[in-house]
């Protein structure tokens, strides 16, 4: 397990941005091949989406799982396919730097099981790199155009 870390810089409000952050329901939508979002309850989402791993894709459903968080600035789950095939865990953390400015950082580790997985197992980085910055990307729009 490897978990990588990525971070961007945003023009938003503090405590607005941490409210948004804490609702799956607005950023797990900016996941590449995103499909269909489900809310189960108030910490399961069901995500429809395509996994793309290089020229390899496939439809997938994951069962997102989300921790309740005292802090205002965390929001922590775990994933996994319906078939155990792809699992990982992952966290989004907001720290003010400045009034106005937030640092987004997205925190993500991915696994595939199988022996049919084994071959696309060195795709991972890239995976966790395009979730990454498609997430920090778009909240970045979404947060920035809301003021």
């Known amino acids: 397990m490897t978990l990588e870390h990525y971070s961007m810089t945003i023009n938003a409000p503090f405590t607005s941005s941490c409210k948004r952050i804490k609702e799956p329901s607005f950023w797990l939508p900016f996941l590449p091949g995103f499909n269909q979002l489900t809310n189960i309850s108030k910490f399961i989402y069901l995500i429809d989406l395509y996994l793309s791993l290089g020229h390899v894709s496939r439809k997938v459903l994951l069962t997102f799982e989300f921790k309740p968080e005292k802090k205002m600035t965390h929001s922590s789950f775990t994933f996994s396919s319906s078939n155990k095939s792809v699992t990982g865990f992952g966290q989004l953390t907001i720290s003010q730097k400045l009034k106005n400015t937030i640092?987004?950082?997205?925190?993500?580790?991915?696994?595939l099981h199988g022996?049919?997985?084994?071959?696309?197992?060195?795709?991972?980085?890239t995976?966790?790199?395009?979730?990454?910055?498609?997430?920090?990307?778009?909240?970045?729009y979404s947060l920035e155009n809301e003021q």
Request: charged residues 25%; negative net charge; without cysteine.
């Open 127 to 140: 995976v966790k790199e395009l979730w990454a910055e498609s997430i920090l990307d778009q909240v970045k």
């Open 103 to 111: 640092q987004l950082e997205v925190s993500l580790d991915l696994q």
């Open 115 to 125: 022996k049919r997985n084994l071959l696309l197992t060195p795709l991972l980085p």
